[in-house]
């Protein structure tokens, strides 16, 4: 009887810090119509400490070997060295931080406490996804098109997963034009453990630089950018994996920066439609801008198209191991 009482325990026990990351003790007030929870709930249970980096202005939660940094009415946090783009802006009330519900759940306990599914298989299949193709250059620059150096990169980073151990499929493996729907289609019949979609960046302004990470929206928030929310702000079956979408995303930009020594740009979130109907969790490199001179130049040299896969590989290894810890 005592042996089956032990194993019941062991079976349906939950850390008392795991169950206050999920909000089952946080009290809900509401700042300008919207629900919050004080960050100093939240932090004491999970053993970090809090401290203002700027009274009223900037808050660090520290602890477990991480450190989470966030700014007052700002959207923008930084989360062990990475900016990551929150779905609301963090409020103050009565001189305290506050964070949204949502912004606890798929931001900042994915990051600092992943945790997979028992029934998930091992990482072992990646489906890499080169942007554009065919009749759709994407980004142009004289006659450099983007089409051409996603396709070359993904040559490369096929080769390095595969020294690495992993099986690659690709969505195109020439210069040839894939439908949008098709691309996550095509992910889900070879059955992928992880998709990567595969880009080069632009911007009007020719100083823009550095690597950023896209993942999907959550369900019930607005993207980084409202130009890219498209699909509106409910849910996708690409949300299934939105703990370990986070999770990937964060693991590869900060692995590319480290390999690159490009700007650290950060995670972002929007519904692509690359994004929306995958059944595995699924990213968008943004490797590095064509429209800056100095980048683009190292995007067009097979040397440091290398590096960008090398820390992808880099990246999916540190994501690996801490689902598998």
């Known amino acids: 009887?005592?042996?089956?009482?032990i194993l019941l325990c062991l079976l349906f026990a939950v850390p008392v810090s795991r169950a206050a990351t999920l909000g089952a003790r946080l009290e809900t007030v509401r700042i300008a119509g919207r629900p919050y929870n004080r960050l100093g709930d939240w932090a004491g249970p999970n053993g970090f400490s809090l401290s203002w980096q700027s009274k009223d202005k900037?808050?660090?939660?520290?602890?477990?070997?991480?450190?989470?940094?966030?700014?007052?009415?700002?959207?923008?946090?930084?989360i062990d060295g990475v900016s990551v783009t929150l779905a609301f802006p963090v409020a103050l009330k009565s001189g305290e931080a506050h964070l949204a519900?949502?912004?606890?759940?798929?931001?900042v306990l994915p990051l600092v406490y992943p945790s997979r599914d028992d029934g998930a298989s091992p990482i072992r299949t990646i489906c890499l996804d080169p942007g554009h193709g065919g009749k759709d250059p994407g980004n142009t620059e004289g006659k450099r098109m983007e089409k051409d150096y996603v396709l070359l990169l993904a040559h490369e980073l096929s080769r390095q997963l595969r020294d690495a151990g992993y099986r690659v499929f690709s969505t195109r493996s020439l210069d040839a034009f894939v439908e949008l729907d098709d691309r996550p289609a095509f992910a889900n019949k070879?059955?992928?453990?992880?998709?990567?979609?595969?880009?080069?960046?632009?911007?009007?302004?020719?100083?823009?630089?550095?690597v950023e990470v896209f993942c999907l929206t959550p369900a019930g928030?607005?993207?980084s950018y409202?130009?890219?929310?498209?699909?509106?702000?409910?849910?996708?079956?690409?949300?299934?994996?939105?703990?370990?979408?986070?999770?990937?995303?964060?693991?590869?930009e900060k692995a590319v920066v480290k390999a690159t020594g490009a700007d650290e740009r950060g995670i972002l979130r929007a519904r692509f439609a690359v994004l929306k109907t995958v059944k595995m969790p699924a990213i968008l490199v943004e490797g590095g801008f064509m429209t800056n001179p100095d980048e683009g130049a190292q995007i067009y040299r097979s040397d440091y198209r290398k590096k960008i896969a090398s820390g992808i590989v880099a990246g999916v290894d540190a994501y690996k191991k801490r689902l598998e810890r």
């Open 221 to 223: 928030a607005a993207s």
């Open 226 to 252: 409202s130009q890219l929310d498209r699909g509106g702000g409910g849910w996708l079956p690409g949300n299934r994996q939105d703990s370990q979408n986070i999770l990937l995303a964060h693991s590869v």
């Open 190 to 210: 070879h059955k992928a453990d992880l998709f990567i979609s595969l880009h080069f960046n632009s911007a009007g302004a020719s100083s823009a630089s550095g």
């Open 1 to 5: 009887m005592l042996r089956v009482l």
């Open 101 to 107: 519900p949502l912004d606890i759940e798929k931001t």
């Open 58 to 78: 900037v808050v660090v939660a520290s602890g477990k070997g991480h450190r989470l940094r966030f700014e007052i009415d700002s959207r923008k946090a930084d």
